[in-house]
């Protein structure tokens, strides 16, 4: 089966969302998250799940078959940090490995390899970014 970009309509009973996205097509009823949920901090980077199709005609979430690797963080902006540095802390995460997304203008999800989390701690150090966390 080909792994490539596909956009579903996925429903997730336990939020009761729907919501419409991009993702990389493992097999028929199997994807994987190629960005974050918004509504669903269980779906991100790198996330496998399982689907059905509901009577709506929408992909129903099953089941996670495998978490992501990637340690996600998300993060309150503030339009008191200047953009310079968040387009740094952005471009530090790409060349580290790591992808990053902005949602509703003011929500920062970061996803980061294991093994450089301290490296992108020491940049929003260095950058003085004292930014509000948000954690289940």
């Known amino acids: 089966m080909d792994t490539q970009q596909t956009k579903i309509k996925l429903y ?3 939020e009761k969302t ?11 009823n199997v994807f994987r998250m190629i960005d974050n949920d918004a509504f669903n ?8 799940f399982e689907t059905k199709i509901n ?14 690797d990637f340690i996600t963080r998300r993060f309150v902006l503030t339009i008191e940090t200047n953009q310079t540095d968040y387009l ?9 490995g790591g992808f990053w997304q902005v949602d509703f203008g003011g929500i920062a999800t970061v996803n980061i390899p294991p093994d450089k989390v301290a490296v992108v701690d020491k940049v929003m150090r260095d950058l ?9």
């Open 41 to 48: 901090c269980k779906l991100t980077r790198g996330t496998e």
């Open 18 to 28: 729907t919501t419409t996205m991009f993702v990389q097509r493992i097999s028929d």
């Open 55 to 68: 009577e709506e005609g929408d992909h129903e979430i099953l089941r996670i078959i495998k978490k992501s």
């Open 88 to 96: 740094f802390l952005g471009q530090e995460l790409t060349k580290n």
């Open 128 to 136: 003085n970014l004292n930014l509000t966390e948000l954690t289940e």
């Open 12 to 14: 997730d009973r336990q």
